[in-house]
């Protein structure tokens, strides 16, 4: 979860937050999105389409504990688009977020089939290679 969670977060930060064109801005959310398309890429773990559900389970989560730490505690909001005081863009990007989720899980389910397809290519070769150098 916390893998796909990191491409959400990330994804939503430099679409809809991020103002910041230092190197700060690209440490934030950045690394952890370099960390999951490398290990998606070189690992053979499997990634199912129905692992979103899991970044659903916290897309509400945090939608509702940006909604008591605002209201409740009566703080400040921690990113202006999740500002409680406007609700309705508020809920505009929580829906927003709703829908992000299993779009980037599709993407992600995607990205794990090219490469399962690539490397089943590449053992074919492999195997091909085999047969003529024993040759």
Not at 86 to 97: G, K
Request: charged share 15%; with cysteine.
């Amino acid at each position: 979860m916390t893998s796909f969670t990191s491409m959400v977060t990330f994804l939503v930060y430099y679409i809809l937050i991020n103002n910041d064109d230092s190197a700060n801005g690209l440490l934030k959310h950045g690394i952890t999105f370099i960390f999951f398309i490398s290990h998606l890429g070189l690992s053979r773990k499997p990634f199912r389409i129905l692992h979103c559900y899991l970044s659903l389970i916290f897309v509400f989560v945090y939608v509702i504990i940006t909604v008591i730490y605002q209201k409740g505690f009566r703080q400040m909001a921690v990113y202006d688009i999740f500002d409680w005081d406007n609700a309705p863009n508020a809920v505009l990007y929580s829906f927003f977020l709703v829908v992000l989720a299993p779009v980037t899980a599709m993407a992600c389910f995607a990205l794990t089939l090219l490469r399962d397809f690539v490397s089943q290519k590449c053992r074919k070769v492999d195997e091909e290679t085999e047969k003529f150098d024993s040759v």
